[in-house]
């Protein structure tokens, strides 16, 4: 393949850290077997070697990693509700009840799939619904198309209507034939997934507890700490605990590989414990904004020394688009006087997040060895977009261009394990 390329090394501390990534303006990538074999300059790559697909004048990047989005929320985007608990209430959990048909399943995961890819996401960690059924099909068909993907069934026993709850022991064993029969399965894993501590009773919350210990690779993932109501009515039913990072903490929830959607209200407190654990906060900006949930303070869980992802949280989230959800990033740290550089962006939708998934020696970079996984971007791609870029002046203001204005057609190409997915 011949393009511009651009894979970061480490992450960019400021705007002049140069050394943190390779940008070669005219690259080579050498693909073979769905892994990145060389990249290079163009002139340093025998062209005998290969057959080449030419992407100049367009940017390639390693494909972009979306840490938490929920498949059965697909047709759930844009719900008007006031706030997470009604929202959730109204519209999403009667949404997820469809979740229980084999066939809708099967449907929704290829669509699914294609949106994700349309919009340059190569690798997703999503929750399915409480019905094994809806993971079952999101694995199949991930592993279809050779992609990369975590998922796992809904943990819920309480506080949701009848058709969305499962008990502790059936939730257990669904969790437990899902894990045998997908965890490391192709480019598969799965994540243990107790929604959150308002649906899950303390009995739910041991069998929770039980998988994380029987399957220490296996991720976990949660939310917690999106808005006033829910911890409220998180810490009133989990009396026992110091505050709602306790409850996960109480239950052995909390660890490396354990990812923590929105994390926005935390107390200093919270925010200590969470440290000592290395569980990764996932920042989800187009829902905290939409919700109305809050500003994620990136900056201050970052000075604790945590890792912070970034994510869709689709259908919370407005938007598949991981430029978009960096538009709305910047934006929300701006509003906290956290100024979030186009390199730190990028290098956060890419290695970034696959640092926080424990994958980096696998994705996120276009070195030599890792999965060819590959989004083609075009700054141009819009009537605006073209004339921003006119007048550009360098790569730093076309990043920041595909950051801002750039969606799912600035998307020209995206290639998961060296395959082509756009026709
Ligand atoms: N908290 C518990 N479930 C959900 C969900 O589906 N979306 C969001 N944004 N927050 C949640
Ligand atoms: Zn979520």
């Given at each position: 393949m011949r393009a511009r390329l651009l894979s970061f090394s480490r992450e960019p501390q400021?705007?002049?850290?140069?050394?943190?990534f390779r940008y070669i303006e005219d690259g080579a990538l050498l693909i073979e077997g769905g892994l990145i074999r060389a990249m290079d300059?163009?002139?340093?790559?025998?062209?005998?070697e290969a057959e080449i697909i030419d992407h100049r004048p367009h940017l390639v990047m390693p494909g972009f990693i979306d840490t938490h989005l929920h498949f059965p929320q697909t047709q759930v985007i844009a719900s008007w509700a006031a706030e997470l608990l009604d929202w959730l209430n109204d519209y999403t959990f009667p949404e997820e009840t469809?979740?229980?048909?084999p066939e809708l399943c099967a449907a929704m995961a290829k669509a699914f799939l294609d949106l994700l890819t349309a919009h340059g996401t190569t690798t997703a960690v999503a929750y399915a619904s409480v019905h094994a059924t809806s993971a079952e099909s999101l694995f199949a068909e991930a592993l279809a198309r050779d992609m990369r993907l975590i998922t796992g069934k809904v943990l819920m026993d309480r506080n949701a209507p009848d058709a969305l709850r499962d008990t502790a022991q059936s939730g257990y064993d669904d969790s437990k034939s899902l894990i045998a029969r997908w965890?490391?399965?192709?480019r598969l894993g799965y994540a243990i997934t107790p929604r959150f501590a308002i649906t899950s009773t303390p009995a739910q919350m041991e069998a929770a507890q039980a998988l994380a210990q029987e399957h220490p690779d296996c991720h976990i993932q949660t939310h917690l700490s999106e808005n006033h109501a829910e911890i409220a009515l998180s810490c009133q039913l989990y009396p026992?605990?110091?505050d709602y990072t306790d409850i996960y903490a109480c239950y052995g929830l909390?660890?490396?590989n354990s990812l923590l959607g929105h994390?926005?209200?935390?107390t200093d407190r919270e925010i200590g414990a969470l440290a000592e654990t290395g569980a990764k906060p996932v920042f989800c900006p187009t829902s905290n904004l939409y919700l109305g949930s809050g500003l994620f303070n990136d900056a201050k869980l970052r000075a604790a020394g945590l890792t912070n992802a970034i994510a869709s949280?689709?259908?919370?989230?407005?938007?598949?688009?991981m430029l978009q959800t960096l538009a709305e990033g910047y934006k929300v740290l701006q509003l906290q006087g956290q100024r979030l550089h186009p390199f730190r962006a990028f290098h956060w939708i890419t290695r970034g997040n696959a640092v926080a998934l424990g994958l980096a020696d696998r994705i996120?970079?276009?070195?030599?060895?890792?999965?060819?996984d590959l989004v083609v971007l075009d700054a141009r791609a819009t009537p605006a977009m073209a004339l921003r870029m006119a007048r550009a002046r360098g790569l730093m203001d076309e990043l920041f261009t595909l950051q801002v204005m750039?969606?799912?057609?600035?998307?020209?190409q995206t290639y998961i394990a060296g395959r082509a997915q756009k026709g």
């Open positions: 400021t705007p002049d850290d140069t050394d943190s300059d163009f002139d340093r790559i025998d062209p005998a469809r979740y229980a048909d965890q490391g399965k192709g026992q605990a110091t909390l660890r490396e994390a926005i209200h935390l949280d689709i259908g919370g989230g407005t938007s598949y688009s996120g970079t276009l070195e030599a060895g890792s999965e060819a750039g969606d799912d057609r600035a998307v020209v």
